[in-house]
């Protein structure tokens, strides 16, 4: 008897919240019971509900900053991010709306999937640190979904369409390797993470546009670094000198068997 009293089918999480109320102060009467002696337990179900829905949904959030502590970081950058949880997108429109224009991708309803090098998403905003310079922070949280697939990551992007040029990461289940904006592949020091088929990971990256580029990565989420992490010497992985351009400020990705569920993105987090 106690689900006759909640109101059918909800599609919002405003009509959710509204249901609630009317729940607890309607089916209180009907048990006997004062809304203050309200059932809790039903009241929790409920709340993970609204969780739940929220973070399925497709839309932006919220990121704490990552500010200062580190070398040079203070005063070039303050740490501002922007997240963008794509796996609740359901069409290319959706996704357009973020900010991300798409081609050739499929909608999962957990994640943008992609099966070619055809298989694109871009940027139509630039994210850039103080003064408008060309450093960047962006995080992913993605699966590889074969064995021969891999997903390119690509910073400060001039882009065209769907079409990107810029420095990259491409992950592939063996190793990440970084790529210059000529395309040349390039190695990193240190060791970069495999990525297993199937598995979800969250990597994240900082792109310096000084001293011909510098590419830093690390294999976790960018709130989870620690200020050593985060300091010279301290990098997951690197690539300085790079010897290739900045073309732009934009992000774009390549999803060739590979889904990607969300984006982190926004001011550099490393010294330079």
């Not at 739940?52 to 200062?68: E, L």
């Not at 732009?248 to 390549?254: P, Y």
């Amino acid at each position: 008897m106690i689900f006759s009293c909640i109101c059918k089918s909800i599609a919002s999480k405003k009509s959710l919240l509204f249901s609630l109320l009317l729940f607890t102060f309607s089916c209180s009467e009907y048990f006997g019971r004062k809304p203050e002696k309200f059932d809790q337990n039903v009241l929790d179900a409920i709340t993970a509900g609204i969780s739940a829905q929220s973070a399925s949904s497709c839309g932006r959030f919220s990121v704490a900053p990552i500010r200062g502590g580190v070398g040079s970081v203070t005063g070039n950058s303050n740490g501002t991010r922007t997240g963008f949880n794509i796996s609740g997108c359901s069409d290319s429109n959706s996704l357009s709306s973020l900010g991300f224009p798409s081609v050739n991708v499929e909608f999962t309803g957990s994640g943008v999937r992609g099966a070619s090098e055809l298989s694109r998403i871009v940027s139509t905003s630039d994210f850039t640190s103080v003064g408008g310079t060309k450093n960047q922070s962006i995080e992913v949280t993605f699966q590889i979904d074969r064995s021969d697939g891999y997903l390119d990551v690509i910073a400060n992007a001039a882009v065209s369409g769907t079409d990107a040029n810029g420095p990259k990461f491409r992950i592939t289940v063996n190793e990440i390797r970084p790529f210059n904006s000529g395309g040349t592949a390039l190695t990193f020091t240190g060791p970069s993470p495999p990525s297993p088929v199937g598995q979800t990971k969250t990597y994240c990256f900082d792109i310096h546009d000084h001293s011909g580029g510098h590419l830093i990565g690390w294999a976790k989420a960018c709130s989870a670094l620690t200020d050593q992490d985060r300091s010279i010497g301290g990098y997951g992985f690197e690539r300085a000198g790079i010897q290739g351009n900045m073309p732009g400020s934009k992000i774009a990705f390549v999803l060739n068997g590979a889904t990607l569920r969300t984006i982190i993105a926004g001011e550099m987090i490393a010294p330079h």
